[in-house]
């Protein structure tokens, strides 16, 4: 194995921010985690295989950017030129040595790219090839995107690299496989790479394209007009070339008789990571973030303790970043560490109890957990409030989507309140005042629904 020094590879740090002090009896606990990795960029990593990759190089990766191709893309026929372009462009901001590969998607899924089952290695030869491949696509055909993700895997998972990346373009609902086949697909390829995915235009189903980006840690978004393709590929394949580490959990350590109530994180977007807990050993799990550049994220933790007399105080989780080794078994003597066979990353964090009799002190709500908790609702109720709309329920939409702007409002989220405005006219944003639009245009809700789960930091 290769001994890298350990200032080559990117520097984690967690802060915690929490108010540990509860009243007599009181046994939820909460903390906002931050989480940020800095000092990486194009060199090399110390981690364990095989995510190795030599010094100077950047992190091996591989990427497969899968097209959608279907009969929709030919209206208006700019559509598949602009996705072509869009491609190319990504493909020109390839680094170097990188393995891609591009995948043409109908109902069935095609590899454009190099072909025969392999990847290319990007460098100027392939890069011009893979462009001259692409002027080759054209229009036809159904929807059935479980298929392209399942190429995909196959594709990237032929690579030993350290970084296996996705952008995933489509114009269209997936029509030509059921729901649960696509759930399948996503299941399948959880954990082996992270996607981007893309809507173009407003023929799309924002859940389904969401969703997909949520199952795999990746980003979702809407460009409405397809001669925005060129520059969001360009700014996708930029962000996936500075990712430096994959595979990154947060690990959780709680003593007996503590539960965990949830974990998600909530900046830059809301994710629920709840679910996705893997063992990780005696009163430990591992909640999947998926590639790490030189970025910051935020991460709420609610915990459960026993009730405990004033003045008692106690631990209520252990956090710590690791990437969990494949094939790795628990040891009994790592129990309070985690237990499970992990490279660890070297950033910890407390989360504490501690019972007061101090009425202040124990009611008193942490500033980042107070604006986090309004920033998970404000996604919420942006979603609660677009459903109850396309349902008809007008009174319905406009409660939601008023404490929307008010949210909104409080806590600064101004990309949020400049959609809002879009899909309401606001009368009075302090108290989410609002009327719904009668005329909406479809491109301005779906951008709403897109984005709902961005959020902003606290204010300082």
């Given at each position: 194995?290769?001994?890298?020094?350990?200032?080559?590879?990117?520097?984690?740090?967690?802060?915690?921010?929490?108010?540990?002090?509860?009243?007599?009896?009181?046994r939820?606990?909460?903390?906002?985690?931050?989480?940020?990795?800095?000092?990486?960029?194009t060199?090399?990593?110390?981690?364990?295989?095989?995510?190795?990759?030599?010094?100077?190089?950047?992190?091996?990766?591989?990427?497969?950017?899968?097209?959608?191709?279907?009969?929709?893309?030919?209206?208006?026929?700019?559509?598949?030129?602009?996705?072509?372009?869009?491609?190319?462009?990504?493909?020109?901001?390839?680094?170097?040595?990188?393995?891609?590969?591009?995948i043409?998607?109908?109902?069935?899924?095609?590899?454009?790219?190099?072909?025969?089952?392999?990847l290319?290695v990007?460098?100027?030869?392939?890069?011009?090839?893979?462009?001259?491949?692409?002027?080759?696509?054209?229009?036809?055909?159904?929807?059935?995107?479980?298929?392209?993700?399942?190429?995909?895997?196959?594709?990237?998972?032929?690579?030993?690299?350290?970084?296996?990346h996705?952008?995933?373009?489509?114009?269209?609902?997936?029509?030509?496989?059921?729901?649960?086949?696509?759930?399948?697909?996503?299941?399948?390829?959880?954990?082996?790479?992270?996607?981007?995915?893309?809507?173009?235009?407003?023929?799309?189903e924002?859940?389904?394209?969401?969703?997909?980006?949520s199952?795999?840690?990746?980003?979702?978004?809407?460009?409405?007009?397809?001669?925005?393709?060129?520059?969001?590929?360009?700014?996708?394949?930029?962000?996936?070339?500075?990712?430096?580490v994959?595979?990154?959990?947060?690990?959780?350590?709680?003593?007996?008789?503590?539960?965990?109530?949830?974990?998600?994180?909530?900046?830059?977007?809301?994710?629920?990571?709840?679910?996705?807990?893997?063992?990780?050993?005696?009163?430990?799990?591992?909640?999947?973030?998926?590639?790490?550049?030189?970025?910051?994220?935020?991460?709420?933790?609610?915990?459960?303790?026993?009730?405990?007399?004033?003045?008692?105080e106690?631990?209520?989780?252990?956090?710590?970043?690791?990437?969990?080794?494949?094939?790795?078994?628990?040891?009994?003597s790592?129990?309070?560490?985690?237990?499970?066979?992990?490279?660890?990353?070297?950033?910890?964090?407390?989360?504490?109890?501690?019972?007061?009799?101090?009425?202040?002190?124990?009611?008193?709500?942490?500033?980042?957990?107070?604006?986090y908790?309004?920033?998970?609702?404000?996604?919420?109720v942006?979603?609660?409030?677009?459903?109850?709309?396309?349902?008809?329920?007008?009174?319905?939409?406009?409660?939601?989507?008023?404490?929307?702007?008010?949210?909104?409002?409080a806590?600064?989220?101004?990309?949020?309140?400049?959609?809002?405005?879009?899909?309401?006219?606001?009368?009075?944003?302090?108290?989410?005042?609002?009327?719904?639009k009668?005329?909406?245009?479809?491109a301005?809700?779906?951008?709403?629904?897109?984005?709902?789960?961005?959020?902003?930091?606290?204010?300082?």
């Open positions: 194995m290769a001994n890298f020094s350990k200032s080559n590879v990117p520097q984690f740090s967690m802060d915690v921010y929490q108010n540990e002090y509860l009243p007599e009896g009181g939820e606990v909460n903390a906002i985690v931050t989480v940020t990795a800095t000092g990486g960029g060199i090399g990593s110390a981690v364990a295989a095989p995510h190795l990759y030599a010094p100077g190089e950047g992190p091996s990766a591989a990427v497969a950017i899968m097209v959608d191709c279907s009969g929709s893309m030919d209206y208006p026929p700019t559509k598949m030129r602009n996705a072509r372009d869009a491609t190319s462009a990504a493909i020109d901001t390839l680094r170097d040595g990188v393995h891609f590969a591009v043409g998607g109908t109902h069935v899924a095609k590899e454009v790219y190099p072909g025969g089952g392999r290319a990007a460098d100027a030869t392939t890069r011009e090839q893979a462009k001259q491949a692409l002027r080759k696509l054209s229009a036809g055909g159904g929807t059935a995107i479980g298929t392209w993700l399942r190429l995909a895997d196959r594709l990237l998972s032929s690579a030993d690299v350290a970084i296996r996705g952008i995933l373009l489509t114009d269209g609902r997936n029509e030509h496989e059921s729901a649960e086949d696509l759930k399948a697909s996503l299941d399948s390829c959880a954990g082996r790479f992270t996607c981007d995915a893309r809507g173009v235009g407003t023929d799309w924002v859940k389904e394209v969401t969703g997909i980006a199952a795999l840690l990746g980003t979702a978004d809407i460009v409405a007009d397809p001669a925005g393709l060129a520059a969001d590929f360009t700014q996708m394949m930029e962000t996936a070339m500075g990712k430096e994959a595979d990154v959990a947060l690990r959780l350590w709680t003593p007996v008789g503590t539960t965990i109530k949830f974990v998600k994180q909530v900046a830059p977007t809301v994710e629920e990571l709840t679910d996705r807990r893997t063992e990780a050993g005696p009163r430990a799990g591992d909640y999947p973030t998926g590639s790490w550049g030189d970025e910051s994220r935020d991460y709420h933790v609610c915990v459960e303790v026993p009730p405990a007399n004033i003045g008692q106690m631990l209520a989780a252990r956090v710590s970043l690791v990437i969990p080794q494949p094939g790795g078994t628990s040891r009994s790592e129990a309070e560490s985690g237990g499970g066979t992990a490279q660890n990353l070297g950033a910890q964090g407390l989360v504490r109890a501690v019972w007061t009799d101090d009425m202040v002190a124990s009611t008193s709500i942490n500033p980042q957990v107070a604006h908790t309004g920033q998970a609702e404000l996604a919420q942006i979603q609660q409030g677009l459903d109850l709309r396309k349902s008809g329920d007008i009174d319905g939409a406009t409660a939601k989507l008023g404490r929307a702007v008010q949210l909104a409002s806590s600064g989220n101004a990309d949020t309140a400049k959609l809002l405005a879009k899909v309401v006219d606001v009368v009075d944003a302090a108290t989410g005042t609002v009327r719904l009668a005329k909406v245009e479809e301005d809700e779906m951008t709403l629904e897109t984005r709902s789960t961005k959020t902003v930091r606290v204010k300082k």
